[in-house]
């Protein structure tokens, strides 16, 4: 696949709250230091949307604001995918509870917000883009099937994508069989080299790919890895911290997704 210009990432993990904050910890110039993801509030949502949005949408907003805001990028501009393993299962659990008492009274606002795509409404009303957007799934794969998505997006239809993966902690009970024990979201702004906007790196991208997965080098890092689909990100992310080429493999559907940094 053609390279591509990664202009910004967003980050929004535990101890890793914006880009500014995580690049140094990535890059290994100062310690990771797990902590609690903050509440936080978008600056691109209306009101009526603001109160309305659920836990989930407001997350994929902070870690795409955060990628927007540091290159300094005008949000309506870019094309969007979104991912998720399983969006706002909060939603999902209180919905499929009211279903099962004998007055099934679901709320009309949870079923407003029970769709995949939510977030990516969301955000096409909250900064008035009107471009093409992708919603997509793929479990614990999720980040390199929406990374891939988007590099066809950029290449096929010649658009900036702005690609954002996100997942929360599920309720019990359905967190004993999905457990996604931390919230996170991360976001990268790709094109094809055409924007004169400020580039990061340059990746390329090899689906299909055979050996092992990458790990963090960082214990702690690695653990948080493995807490959800969006920190599977987080060797690809430390790559891009670092002024080095370099090669990570992610757990993509069909084997590996290899990313990398060219010169």
Not at 55 to 82: N, Q, Y
Request: with cysteine; charged share 20%.
């Amino acid at each position: 696949m053609k390279p591509l210009n990664v202009h910004a990432v967003g980050c929004v993990l535990p101890g890793l709250d914006g880009w500014a904050q995580a690049r140094p910890v990535l890059a290994g110039q100062a310690p990771y230091v797990a902590a609690e993801v903050g509440a936080g509030a978008s600056e691109l949502l209306p009101p009526n949307e603001r109160r309305r949005a659920t836990a989930s949408v407001r997350l994929a907003f902070r870690a795409a604001e955060d990628a927007v805001k540091s290159a300094a990028l005008k949000p309506a501009d870019w094309a969007t995918v979104f991912a998720s393993s399983d969006a706002d299962t909060a939603i999902i659990n209180r919905i499929v509870t009211a279903l099962a008492e004998p007055a099934r009274g679901v709320s009309p606002t949870d079923f407003h917000n029970c769709v995949h795509n939510a977030a990516a409404g969301y955000w096409s009303i909250g900064v008035g883009c009107r471009l093409p957007s992708t919603t997509l799934s793929a479990w614990d794969q999720s980040f390199a099937a929406g990374l891939l998505e988007a590099a066809t997006l950029v290449h096929a239809d010649a658009l900036p994508v702005l690609l954002v993966v996100y997942d929360i902690v599920p309720p019990e009970p359905l967190l004993s069989a999905r457990p996604i024990t931390r919230p996170g979201a991360v976001a990268l702004a790709l094109s094809d080299g055409s924007l004169t906007a400020p580039v990061l790196a340059r990746i390329e991208l090899t689906a299909g790919a055979q050996g092992d997965e990458t790990p963090c080098a960082d214990p702690a890092l690695d653990a948080l890895r493995r807490t959800n689909p969006a920190a599977r990100a987080l060797p690809l992310l430390t790559l891009l911290a670092s002024d080095i080429e370099g090669m990570v493999r992610l757990p993509a559907i069909d084997g590996l997704l290899e990313v990398r940094r060219c010169a």
